[in-house]
């Protein structure tokens, strides 16, 4: 989650990951863009619904940028001022589902989880609890600032983080400010402890 327009799914399959991939991706027009692109491989699924702490429905705000910036949280100017092909164009209804309920993770599966969802990383993790202990790495993207109303930043999500059980291993420039240099999110990869123990 988000699945966007499969990116992050295709570079798994160039590096050589031939195991399943579950793809979460809520906004239906790109949604049904995605499932056509999954058709030709068995192994990868795509589910039409943003990822939660609870199941519901919740209005998504739609980006221009090819719906990279879309959240169910409010845009903060700041994005604006940064990327103009981020403003919002756009709003649906979508529905909103506990990744541990939904059914998609076996008992004694190995999860590796990315979630890129625009400040609502928080809430995805909260909707895993169920699985967590299955999840032996995740890739987060994390603001140094706020970027969404609400949005927790990097010094609490690490904090929360570490409270599940992991530990962050890399981490990676993301979103820049071209104008001053500001760094204002990075992609951070974070591997279980337990997991990294018994390895």
């Not at 990116?7 to 499932?35: H, N, T």
């Not at 992991?166 to 500001?182: A, L, S």
Request: charged share 20%; net charge negative.
């Amino acid at each position: 989650m988000g699945g966007n327009h499969g990116q992050w799914a295709s570079r798994l399959r160039q590096c050589g990951w031939g195991g399943p991939i579950v793809s979460f991706e809520p906004i239906k027009s790109i949604a049904l863009w995605l499932e056509t692109e999954a058709k030709n491989d068995p192994l990868w699924t795509v589910y039409a619904t943003a990822l939660g702490a609870s199941n519901n429905n919740q209005t998504i705000h739609v980006a221009a940028n090819e719906g990279a910036a879309s959240s169910l949280l409010i845009m903060s100017d700041r994005v604006h001022q940064v990327d103009c092909t981020a403003k919002i164009i756009n709003s649906e209804v979508v529905t909103v589902r506990r990744l541990d309920e939904i059914g998609c993770v076996q008992l004694h599966d190995n999860i590796f989880l990315k979630a890129d969802v625009q400040g609502y990383e928080l809430e995805v993790l909260k909707g895993s609890e169920g699985i967590i202990t299955q999840v032996v790495g995740m890739e987060l993207e994390l603001s140094l600032i706020p970027l969404y109303e609400s949005q927790p930043t990097i010094s609490s999500m690490l904090s929360e983080c570490e409270e599940m059980g992991f530990t962050p291993v890399q981490i990676r420039n993301g979103f820049v400010d071209p104008k001053n240099g500001q760094l204002l999110q990075v992609d951070v990869l974070f591997t279980r402890y337990d997991y990294n123990e018994n390895d």
